[in-house]
């Protein structure tokens, strides 16, 4: 069991192990203040857009004056950047957030006597406190993408929340979304993508939200097996996670895939392996040796997992389709291919290095074009995001918000499907759903959203000063005339809605 | 899990069915009869009380069954009110995610009715009563298996059964319990048509008169879209086209709304005048002990779109009945010791706001039960969550309570309707009989 436990700990590898050895030591609160003019550099406009979910006040010109090479720096090196006190009282003040995986389920899981042939009332409880739970998830993704300073760490982890999407609620998966998030993603938002998918591959939620757990293998004393292959997740896996959907993945390699994948359940820890809520099953487990993508994975247990997920993650395929990905959701939909060329070639050089994948993004001369300016249309969620952000506000309670975020289409943690939100920008420019934007920026202006200050209060001048060069002249005098209306205007602006 | 969650869990769970029995033993307690219990079986022991002259044996009353002065009336909120803003469950962390612009702030100064629920602060003229333990609230209130379309949902209100899908039934159930309580002696008192009270032998139309109209709905904000489209027809390209595109579709069903809003207040006392109104009805009532049923129905509540929250529209409206219902108690100074009003819509709003800062038609509502015999001061009834699996359709408040279960004992403890003629009043209903305890 030597071998599995040393997979176990490669996997854990520490962050702090990939850190660039420059570490940055200016901090964005101390460079003063001064309001953003029309003559901001059209660089420092593109990389704040890009690399932040939108300026509040201040913002351009704290990123002006630290220049272009430190801004997207600091932001690549999220642990240089002080969180304010506010925003660790107000998740502190989120209960659930404070709980792994396993002490969820001990306090919000089903109570003992609630089993398959137990009290239904008491699984609709458990049910009950498992929405309340992933509400608190929502708010405390939304607190952080509202006031972090470490903004691109956040897109990140939105951007890996989608990518791994837990998809609908299933189950007690939606008790885990949070954990899932805090556990799974948030440690290897800019880290390796080995770490990354490893630590999704084997977080409880994914194991129960795309049938994982049920792929097994029963085997009667080493002989005669009964057969019970589970291979979603493994195909998800292959044409999603990792090769993606255009890969040289054939249905042999999904099948392999799979069975190298049985055995891994949800459950009570019984071997050092075992964490967090998972526990890997070896009499559930297909022993036999098996070819993935050409390569032969011997039969070693939980040690096949690990060297099926190297191999993913090394692949060539997983480097451009990943590399793509974060150019559409970074840049545009259809991303110039030189550019993702090297940064599919920095993902293989660095061994999936996924900060100096963005290096290589954001210190590309393509990426500062400016046939891309502007050029994006606002998710819900970096609409709402950038316009509390514009206003210089931190929510008291974002419980309001993230329903007013659902309303608009893009309920945190729900996508439909397990493809999450897809990182382009098409699908959020549907006839219905721009004057739902409207509707909600007048809301927010006029102070109908619980738990903010109106932006009325906050006014043009604030909103003017923070957007700066991203407002047309045109949008700054529609708002002047409008009155009460002003803020509204601007948060509802075609330009506002563009980045 | 916050203190506030925790509270809410653990007086949720007190809200139970068999609350609704006690309360509902209280009002039979107050009365002259001797109160036989709910449950059919239980009623062959106790009796059928001393209203019911005919005798034991004797299943054809030679006298009317009903108590002479005791009333009972029924005020329809009709476009469906929306239950989560009148009793606001507060205590709830769902209920600010599913009601972004719509929910009651803890703080907004309404009356706490316990078990996590606030009363809407534009109903301050209920709050006295409720301190006096004359208003009883009952959440999550309908009729299991009916509809949320305003013309099937009234039929269905009026013929007191859900299988009325839409046809005018033969008679009502108002019309019915008239005649099952004094038959052709009986009388009642009314101030709006309704096919609720069809069959009834004989009754009494106040003309409500002439008085305030309804405002129509707020729309969105005009001026907001003015400008703001006039910048996306600027920008123009594919942006642009498709906010035209949006802002078109958008308009178009807005004016349905508006339009669905304006029928489903017809033939209802609009609220703005009912604030008077109700103070009259009350007056008239009191001289008229001889009426055991009074209706009237009050229009407004089909808040589509602009509600508003602790103010605004739906504000305004519950400003208005709260007076009306206060004014019809006053109205009957000391008969109101006697009389019973409920009050209630035929049925409620989706638990999620939509689009248009309002809420659509939904199932569970809210009941309103007030006056002298009433044992109030608390909610009662179950109430179902706000959980996406508790919410019926996935989309509005699940009926945890039949308005029936609420009027049925009314009419036999009060009124003193025999409880085997319930049948008559109900067809196909079966009141509660869980014993205490059994339900959880």
Known sequence: ?499 | MSAQTREYGRVGGKVRRRDVLRWLAGIGALGLVPGPALARKAGRSSGEGKAEAGGKGRETAAKAPWRTGKQLVVVLLQGGPDGLSVAAPVADPLYPFLRPTTALPADCGGVDLGSGFLLHPALSALAPLFAKKQLAVIPACAMPGQGTSHGPALAQFAAGTPTAQGKRSQSGWLGRLALALAGERSQMLVACQSDAYDGAPHYTMIAPGRGESLPGLPVEDQALFAAVGRLYGETGGALGKAFAAGREDRQEVLAKLLEESRRAAGGAIPAPHFAEFGQHFGRELAKRRDAALGFVSVGGFDTHSGQGAAKGYLADRLRETGQGLAGMLAGLGQAAEDTVIVALGEFGRSARENAFGGTDNGLGGVMLVLGGPVVGGRIYGEWPGLAGHRLAGGRDVAVATDWRDVIAPIAVRHLGLPEKKVGDVFPGFAPVSAPPGIVG
Not at chain 1, 337 to 351: D, I, P, Q, Y
């Open chain 1, 1 to 499: 069991m030597a071998g599995i436990v040393q997979f176990h700990r490669s996997l854990w590898r520490p962050l702090s192990g990939i850190l660039p050895g420059v570490l940055l030591l200016c901090c964005l609160a101390s460079v003063p203040v001064r309001a953003a003019d029309s003559r901001a550099d059209p660089k420092i406009v593109q990389a704040v857009n890009r690399l932040t979910y939108g300026p509040g006040p201040g913002l351009l010109g704290q990123a002006e004056a630290m220049g272009l090479p430190a801004f997207i720096e600091s932001q690549l090196n999220p642990e240089t950047l002080a969180e304010p006190p506010g925003l660790t009282e107000a998740l502190a003040a989120l209960p659930s957030l404070q709980m792994d995986t396993v002490r969820l389920f001990r306090e919000y899981g089903p109570p003992a006597e609630a089993g398959r042939d137990g009290d239904p009332e008491a699984m609709r409880r458990t049910f009950d406190r498992a929405d309340v739970v992933a509400l608190e998830a929502a708010k405390a993704r939304l607190l952080r993408a509202i006031a972090s300073p470490r903004q691109l760490q956040e897109l990140m982890v939105d951007f890996w929340c989608e990518h791994f999407s837990l998809g609908a609620k299933k189950g007690l998966a939606h008790l885990w979304v949070g954990s899932f998030e805090r556990e799974a993603i948030r440690p290897y938002a800019m880290g390796r993508f080995l770490d990354l998918l490893a630590a999704t591959a084997m977080h409880p939620a994914m194991l129960i939200a795309r049938g994982n757990w049920k792929n097994v293998v029963h085997r009667d004393g080493g002989q005669g097996a009964r057969e019970a292959l589970e291979p979603t997740y493994a195909a998800l896996l292959l044409a999603h996670h990792t090769l993606g959907p255009g890969g040289p993945q054939k249905p042999a390699d999904t099948q392999a895939l799979a069975r190298i994948l049985t055995g891994w359940r949800v459950g009570a820890a019984r071997a050092d392996s075992d964490t967090g809520g998972f526990y890997f099953d070896v009499e559930l487990h297909d022993p036999s040796d098996k070819t993935l993508l050409g390569q032969t994975v011997k039969g070693t247990g939980l040690g096949e997992g690990a060297a099926a997920l190297r191999i993913l993650a090394e692949h060539p395929a997983t480097a451009r389709n990943i590399s793509r990905k974060l150019a559409v959701y970074f840049l545009t939909d259809d991303p110039p291919a030189g550019l993702v060329a090297s940064m599919a070639e920095t993902f293989g050089k660095t061994g999936g290095n996924i900060r100096e994948v963005l290096r290589t993004l954001f210190t590309n001369d393509a990426f500062f074009d400016a046939k891309y300016r502007g050029g994006r249309i606002k998710s819900p969620l970096r609409h709402i995001v950038s316009s509390v952000r514009a206003m210089g506000q931190t929510p008291t309670d974002a419980a309001a918000l993230a329903g007013a975020l659902a309303g608009l289409g893009q309920p945190l943690f729900a996508a439909d499907g397990p493809e999450g939100y897809l990182p382009g920008s098409a699908s959020w420019q549907k006839p219905e759903a721009l004057p739902r934007r409207v509707s909600f920026a007048g809301d927010l202006a006029a102070g109908r959203i619980a738990g903010l200050s109106p932006a009325a209060k906050v006014g043009v001048q604030t909103l003017t000063e923070a957007l700066g060069p991203e407002l047309s002249p045109a949008v700054g005098q529609a708002a002047a005339k409008a009155g009460d209306n002003g803020a509204g205007v601007i948060l509802a602006s075609p330009d506002f809605l563009r980045y």
